[in-house]
């Protein structure tokens, strides 16, 4: 069992930052593929980005491409999600999960061991 909490969220202006954190204690996280997803209210679950076990490979949602960064720091069981030029329409809960089965990195039903979400709301 893996157990992942984000942290980072917050309120932030339009065309601001903020760096989003999923840590885990219990497990190394070096060994998972990883993804972040976000839902906003009334909407479906939605991919971000996603990295592989070692960062090596990464795949972002057209809507982030060029603006958010996935990223990890293996000691420190760390995932990042970098986020720069927010907009309000980036408004939703981020989840960070592991992707179980190295592929169909967009899929949700391909990641396992969610976590509880932070809140990220942009302002215009």
């Known amino acids: 069992q893996v157990q992942l909490v984000e942290s980072g969220g917050g309120l932030v202006q339009a065309g601001g930052s903020l760096r989003l954190s999923c840590a885990t204690s219990?497990?190394?996280?070096?060994?998972?593929?990883m993804g972040w997803f976000r839902q906003a209210p009334g909407k479906e679950r939605e991919f971000v980005a996603a990295?592989?076990?070692?960062?090596?490979?990464?795949y972002y949602a057209d809507s982030v491409k060029g603006r958010f960064t996935i990223s990890r720091d293996n000691a420190k069981n760390t995932v990042y999600l970098q986020m720069n030029s927010l907009k309000p329409e980036d408004t939703a809960v981020y989840s960070c999960?592991?992707?179980?089965?190295?592929?169909?990195?967009?899929?949700?039903?391909?990641?396992?061991?969610w976590g509880q979400g932070t809140q990220v709301t942009v302002s215009s």
């Open positions: 990295s592989n076990w070692s960062g090596a490979d990464t």
């Open positions: 219990r497990r190394t996280l070096s060994m998972y593929n």
């Open positions: 999960a592991v992707n179980l089965v190295g592929t169909g990195w967009y899929r949700p039903e391909n990641y396992a061991y």
